[in-house]
């Protein structure tokens, strides 16, 4: 089920982003799915905090939080990242 999951977030993704460039032309839509991933990315970051119970700053977050986070994001999705 988690490779079902992970692949429909992958398949929207780049289905939302295709269909953006047409609309917008590639260089828009680059623009806005950075901005949209990193909006994703920091409201992540908060709803894992608070399920950890972690506090995280939004003004000054704490590195070695961030950094477990990270972490602990990256082993949930699958991904690499390195601290």
């Given at each position: ?51 950890l119970g972690l506090s995280l700053d939004k003004d000054t ?10 972490e602990t994001l990256c082993h949930v999705d699958g991904t690499?990242?390195?601290?």
């Amino acid at each position: 089920m988690d490779e079902l999951r992970l692949g429909a977030l992958t398949a929207i993704d780049g289905l939302w982003f295709l269909e953006a460039e047409v609309k917008f032309g590639f260089e828009q839509a680059f623009v806005l799915a950075l901005d949209i991933w990193k909006n994703y990315g920091i409201v992540i970051l908060r709803r894992l905090s608070r399920i950890l119970g972690l506090s995280l700053d939004k003004d000054t977050p704490d590195p070695q939080t961030v950094n477990f986070l990270m972490e602990t994001l990256c082993h949930v999705d699958g991904t690499e990242c390195e601290g």
